[in-house]
């Protein structure tokens, strides 16, 4: 076994488990363990660093320091303080602790996090005569600790923000999807950049932009900071490089054909606004990628060649959708898709499970995926033009529930 190797956790997205394996494989790392919301791998410092920046999928990558069992509030106090914290941070840092817990059988969340804190600063205490402080909004270093009903485990967290932040967003529209979970849709839609992409209610262009992002091979954390990047013995020099390779992998000199339309032409005009702060104004320029205002219900296809439609369509808990205008225009959008789509294959991502019915499609797939805590479908219908009444479908491929 590799000594360099440090047992990491990513926390991933319930769905994306398998697109995060196939991203560790891409990067060299073999030794990975997938479950669900998760993936445990061994990987040295360097490419975890990699693994932060290239990421499209996971939440935030931490690292295990110490893991045990517990019955009471003491025992963890124990093991938090067994831990030699000063190979990763100094009583000049700040520092913060966050606690989840299943099936604990601790009383109080905040005072098991209190006496981990505790133990971090007794630690310091002891070995330096100093004890850093806590700060709530920016610290240095984030602690992690994660309670099963009889163990403990604590992690460093070597993302710092959350890893769907790719450094861009300014501008929100309405209910903005994050990014991780725009490049899983694209992930499990199958799409690539060869194929053309439209998004009809596109909203702040989230799926727009993290498909731009992947056809010109732009590292998903280019643009943005890492907890990593304040641990003690940081290797910057490698970090300068690992960020220098990613900066020469940009290509955007590839075909590709991008196209987000919104019913709102405030919210088209931020769309454009955040491809600019995305770093793809020259696709934006040259028309490679292109948003505008159009009714979904009306909208052409944005080429002439059958592509995907990767969407998310307005739905209940955002816009009191159990209305029945929502169901309607659902109605109107699927028979534009029919008239106007044929060859095309739609994707569409809603919390509600009547949307086939309400457009009359009969989808060919669906994927059960959260969006936050919402439970969602993906649902795939294809236009093959006239034959797509609910009643004419005789195929289907697969169905989850
Ligand atoms: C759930 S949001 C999409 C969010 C988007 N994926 C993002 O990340 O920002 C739904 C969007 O549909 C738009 N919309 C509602 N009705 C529409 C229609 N008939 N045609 C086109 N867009 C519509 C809303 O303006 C809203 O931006």
Known sequence: M????????????????????????????EKFRLEKGGCWFGAEMSQMMQVNLWTRYASRILLKVAEGPYRTEEDIYKLAKSFRWEQYFTPKNTFKI????????????AFTALRVKDAVCDYFRETDGQRPDVEKHDPDIRIYVHLTDKSCIIYLDTSGESLFKRGWREAKGEAP?????????????????????????????????????????????????????RFRGFDSTAWQRIKKEARM??????????????????IVDRAQKNAVLAG????????KVRFSACDAREVQPSSETPGLIVTNPPYGEQSNPKSASVASMMKNVADNLKRNFAGWAVWMLTSDRELPRQMRLKES?????????LECRFFRFVMTAGSNRKEDVSQKETSSD
Request: hydrophobic share 45%.
């Open 2 to 29: 590799n000594t360099l190797l440090k047992p990491f956790y990513a926390v991933v997205p319930l769905s994306l488990e398998e697109l995060f394996a196939e991203e560790l494989k891409k990067l060299g790392i």
């Open 98 to 109: 966050e606690l989840s817990s299943r099936r604990s059988p601790l009383k109080s969340v």
């Open 177 to 229: 999807l994050k990014e991780n979970l725009a490049a899983g849709l694209l992930g499990l839609a199958g799409w690539t950049p060869d194929k053309p992409l439209q998004d009809p209610f596109c909203g702040s262009g989230t799926i727009i932009i993290e498909a731009a992002t992947i056809a010109c091979n732009m590292a998903p954390g280019l643009n943005r900071r890492f907890g990593f990047e």
């Open 249 to 266: 992998a940009v290509n955007f000199d590839v075909p590709v054909n991008l196209a987000g339309s919104d019913i709102s032409t405030l």
């Open 280 to 287: 793809i104004s020259q696709w934006v320029n040259e028309g």
């Open 365 to 373: 797939k669906k994927i059960v995926f959260f969006n936050g805590p």
